[in-house]
DNA sequence: TGGTTTGTTTAGCC
DNA sequence: AGGCTAAACAAACC
């Protein structure tokens, strides 16, 4: 499930308990997921150390000590896993970094639809890959500029990683339902306050999922987010009466009472 | 059984 | 050139 702030999770959890060990081997049970030589990824990547950790948007990235660094991105469904006994690894593990204190680091992928790779350095590959600014730590100025006047939809805007990288479909649909504001609504018909205020509660959102680790039920109870998915919020959240709509080819969920689109 | 899914890339059009 | 859209990708889950 990850966006920017299930990201930032992962990473915390690579950082927490994978450096600083000597990668002793690496197995790729799937190289679907690798974007790169499984053998020429093997290489670079054995007898060295992971030592440290960066993320731009859904992004992440294990720099090593003086060789490549690994981008890892998680797709819909993927996850890193962290564990000592091999019964205990993932069902879905994609590539296994084996160290040499006896523990494994698992990328699991069930749906495949993630992807790895190696990049000499993340700066590099962002803008390569057109990738924007980091969501949390992108500046108001910034961010109304690189929106511009697109005739697109706000939501769409939004979702679109080149503009700014980490926001998905949940955290769009509740910046919108936050900010009050259509999700269908054209950038370019959005008044500047309205654009402010999309920015403010991006912020709020996103700042609050990284304070709670992304822990849905401790969100407040003023989310959509506990009426998007009852089994997964708050069963003591208010319910929203939602409406469900496709927009930027995604399911989108908006109260209709609150988000009216202007003509 | 078939529809749905918290994401990205790419081809093609304008 | 750059913005935009729709389709493609893949497999688990309900």
């Given at each position: 499930m990850p966006e920017l702030p299930e990201v930032e999770g992962f990473r915390k959890y690579i950082a927490g308990t994978?450096?600083?060990?000597?990668?002793?081997e690496v197995e790729v049970?799937?190289?679907?997921?690798?974007?790169?030589p499984t053998d020429e990824f093997i290489a670079a990547l054995?007898?060295?150390?992971?030592i440290s950790t960066d993320r731009v948007g859904k992004y992440m990235f294990a720099l090593t000590d003086g060789g490549p660094q690994v981008m890892l991105h998680y797709g819909m469904t993927g996850s890193p896993k962290y564990y000592r006994?091999?019964?205990?690894?993932?069902?879905?593990?994609r590539i296994i970094f084996h160290f040499d204190n006896g523990f494994h680091l698992a990328y699991n992928?069930?749906?495949?639809f993630g992807r790895v790779t190696l990049t000499p350095d993340l700066h590099e590959y962002c803008t390569a890959n057109k990738i924007g600014p980091d969501a949390a730590k992108i500046t108001q100025p910034d961010f109304l500029k690189r929106l511009?006047?697109?005739?697109?939809?706000i939501k769409a805007a939004l979702l679109n990683q080149s503009i700014?990288?980490?926001?998905g479909n949940w955290i769009a649909d509740e910046v919108l339902y936050q900010a009050a504001?259509?999700?269908?609504?054209?950038v370019a018909d959005l008044t500047p306050k309205e654009l402010e205020n999309i920015f403010s509660s991006m912020q709020y959102v996103i700042g609050t999922a990284l304070e709670l680790d992304a822990h849905m039920p401790s969100?407040?109870?003023?989310?959509l987010t506990h009426s998007r998915w009852t089994d997964k919020g708050r069963p003591d959240a208010p319910r929203l009466d939602l409406e469900i709509i496709e927009v930027g080819g995604r399911t989108t969920y908006f109260d209709p009472k609150r988000q009216v689109k202007r003509g």
């Open positions: 994978s450096l600083h060990q000597v990668i002793s049970t799937d190289a679907k997921v690798l974007n790169y054995k007898g060295r150390k992971f006994d091999p019964a205990e690894m993932p069902r879905h593990a992928c069930p749906r495949k511009g006047k697109r005739k697109v939809a700014l990288a980490g926001v504001i259509h999700p269908e609504m054209l969100f407040p109870p003023d989310f």
